[in-house]
């Protein structure tokens, strides 16, 4: 069993493990991959204040999202495709959520079902909504996520266009994946993953194949998938939907203030500062460098998350400072998954939980709620 202790050793062990394709979806950005980039660099330069002799016993993580207890301030984020870093992962990963006591938020865009996650889960979990130009599709989608008790809709705004991934091209990125000689090579030297998919069923995109009007396989996905991102997509649309769903709304994919006090007007619950991880717009500001004027744009009308570039607890507890009141994280767990399955995610929290309370003892705190820039060393941090 190798050794993990962060979460860079889990990346490496995903990339031994996982076929090419797949891992290189997962760790990569758009165009020249800056903002991926600088979404984890520009974490560093913020630093902390080291306070000594007080009171560090009885620590607590624990703390609210949208009103639903967390056993930290983290969610997974939703990632398409999760099934395919390995076998079931969505499920495997819901379920390490779940026993870990924090969200776990399914993509539309998943291998495995809502039904399925439902059916192998014994707690709510959160289902993301990516805006489809068939309208009576989204309103089943959401009739499906209600029906298994989903307990937030997260519905992301920033994927009209997709911004281009020159790995996904390259690698004929597909689910299930094109069998070209050079990704049959590749795939041989992963016996794991190999024997996993050879032992499941779930290998289409689960919440659309057999549900959207004529997919009933992957050759009519593809096609339906790439029209169906609506180009008119507005905040009318985020009104319809919200009346549709009734329940906790989190809009995902903010990275402005004026589209911030939009999402708050909107009734939402909650908002996530997020540029999808670096995938989209190739040159956006990074996540942490836009959380502070967020926050004080919206003041306490809606509650403000955050995603993009966490891979430490250092890092998580450095965005709860600056204001956010939960972070999602999107390939640190999938590097999880695809180095050891369920395991795999639960040490990723693990791994998180750790470095997070650790740090926190560090800076004199012993409750999470308790943190704000206080914790940071003055002028190394952004601010609105
Ligand atoms: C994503 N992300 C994403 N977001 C979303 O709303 N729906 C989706 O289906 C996906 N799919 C997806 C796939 C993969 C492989 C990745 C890495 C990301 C974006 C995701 O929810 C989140 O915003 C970022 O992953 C956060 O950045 P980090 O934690 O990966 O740095």
Not at 13 to 28: E, G, I, N
Not at 236 to 263: H, N, Y
Not at 316 to 329: C, D, F, P, Q, S
Request: net charge positive; with cysteine.
């Amino acid at each position: 069993m190798p050794i993990v202790t962060c979460i860079e050793d889990l990346r490496l062990l995903a990339k031994q493990r996982v076929p090419r394709m797949f891992y290189d979806y997962a760790d990569s950005g758009s165009w020249t991959e800056s903002t991926y980039r600088a979404n984890n660099t520009e974490f560093a330069p913020i630093k902390f204040r080291q306070r000594v002799a007080v009171d560090m016993s009885n620590r607590t993580l624990a703390t609210e999202m949208i009103g639903q207890p967390v056993a930290m301030p983290v969610a997974l984020a939703p990632t398409g495709l999760t099934g395919m870093q390995h076998a079931d992962g969505e499920i495997l990963a819901a379920r390490a959520a779940e026993k870990f006591g924090v969200p776990f938020t399914l993509s539309t865009m998943s291998i495995c079902s809502i039904e399925d996650v439902e059916a192998h889960t014994t707690k709510p979990f959160w289902f993301q909504l990516y805006v489809m130009k068939d309208r009576d599709f989204i309103a089943r989608l959401i009739e499906r996520a209600r029906a298994a008790n989903c307990s937030a809709l997260v519905l992301t705004l920033d994927l009209q266009v997709l911004g281009q991934r020159h790995k996904d091209i390259r690698n004929g990125l597909s689910a299930p994946p094109k069998l070209t000689l050079p990704n049959i090579v590749n795939m041989a030297t992963k016996p794991r993953w190999c024997m996993g998919m050879l032992g499941t069923k779930r290998r289409y995109f689960g919440n659309i194949v057999g549900h959207a009007p004529k997919v009933a396989d992957m050759s009519s996905l593809s096609s339906w998938t790439a029209n169906q991102f609506d180009l008119t997509l507005s905040w009318k649309d985020v009104e319809w939907i919200k009346k549709l769903w009734g329940g906790k709304l989190i809009i995902k994919g903010i990275m402005d203030v004026e589209d911030a006090r939009l999402a708050r007007d909107s009734g939402a619950d909650a908002l996530i500062v997020s540029n999808h991880g670096g995938r989209q717009l190739d040159g956006a500001q990074t996540s942490i460098a836009a959380l502070p004027a967020i926050v004080e744009a919206v003041g306490d009308g809606i509650e403000v998350h955050m995603d993009g570039g966490i891979r430490s607890g250092q890092d998580i507890i450095k965005a709860v400072a600056l204001g956010a009141k939960g972070v999602y994280i999107g390939r640190p767990f999938l590097y999880g998954l695809g180095a050891m399955g369920e395991a795999g995610v639960t040490k990723c929290l693990e791994i998180l939980q750790k470095e997070l309370d650790l740090t926190m003892a560090f800076c004199g705190l012993r409750d999470i709620r308790d943190v704000d820039r206080r914790i940071l060393l003055p002028g190394t941090f952004p601010t609105a």
